[in-house]
């Protein structure tokens, strides 16, 4: 079973840089998490082992002292060495500069993996706010200065020298994700090929071919994980939650949760506050 301590924060949309979540995982053979998909920036380091990191249909295979990028909205998922499970750390944010920094340390979908020497720090970085007792004003400066400090580290380091096996993504299909994370609670695929002024099976095939994903099965998964970050960091109801994702009934959000992660939103409410 994988050995894991993390902590996600709610944070406001209009906030310039914030932390959304934060941990460390010792992870057992094979373990593997998603496909999934996340409204934030997420990086995550590795301390030790190995595994593979997927993004666009593109595997990468990493080891101790590589880390990697998950940009906002996209697919990924990954998966520990049978033989020698990684353990990382991981921090995500977003904010109105988000953007910028991560421009900053020139990664992207098409070149995420980065090499760093800087093992202590970057770890030390995620267990001084894994630390902190609460979000006080004070810590939440605290923790930002972490950020930073996390950041600086990945920017001295190296753009790992791996091999990009499909181009840069699809013009029309960087425009309609960005379109599902901005109209989460009215959008269908009728009304995402409009805004990007394509016809729908046309949009299906250059999903399939970017993300081998149909844009309904991407809008699916855009909103039960943005569903399940509500869930962990945020007050709201069970209702709420089920209205900002989309979903106008919350029996149908449940039946859906539950298919996916295999138990209600109640319950796993509940599960990630112990």
Not at 92 to 111: M, R, Y
Not at 182 to 202: C, E, F, P
Request: glycine letters at 6%; a neutral charge; proline letters at 4%.
């Amino acid at each position: 079973m994988e050995k894991a301590i993390s902590r996600d924060y709610a944070v406001s949309s209009n906030v310039e840089l914030g932390l959304t979540s934060i941990g460390r995982s010792d992870t057992m053979s094979g373990h593997r998490y998603g496909p999934a998909v996340r409204p934030y920036y997420l990086i995550h380091y590795i301390l030790s082992g190995s595994g593979i990191f997927k993004v666009n249909n593109v595997a990468y295979h990493l080891h101790a002292g590589q880390g990697f990028l998950i940009e906002p909205n996209y697919r990924t998922t990954y998966i520990a060495d049978t033989e020698t499970p990684w353990s990382y750390v991981w921090l995500g944010f977003t904010g109105k500069s988000a953007a910028a920094w991560i421009d900053q340390l020139n990664l992207s979908e098409t070149s995420p993996v980065f090499n760093s020497d800087e093992s202590y720090g970057l770890a030390n970085c995620v267990n001084e706010i894994l630390d902190l007792d609460s979000m006080t004003p004070e810590n939440n400066l605290r923790a930002l200065s972490c950020l930073f400090r996390f950041l600086s580290y990945i920017a001295t380091g190296t753009i790992a020298d791996v091999q990009q096996i499909k181009p840069k993504q699809n013009p029309y299909v960087t425009a309609a994700i960005h379109h599902v994370s901005h109209h989460l609670t009215t959008v269908t695929v009728d009304s995402l090929a409009q805004s990007v002024n394509v016809n729908r099976s046309y949009l299906t095939d250059l999903f399939k071919q970017n993300l081998d994903l149909t844009p309904s099965e991407y809008i699916r998964n855009f909103r039960i994980t943005k569903a399940r970050h509500l869930l962990e960091s945020s007050e709201l109801s069970i209702d709420q939650v089920a209205e900002h994702c989309g979903y106008q009934r919350t029996n149908s959000f449940t039946r859906v949760f539950k298919r996916t992660y295999g138990i209600s939103p109640r319950q796993y409410r509940q599960q990630s506050k112990i």
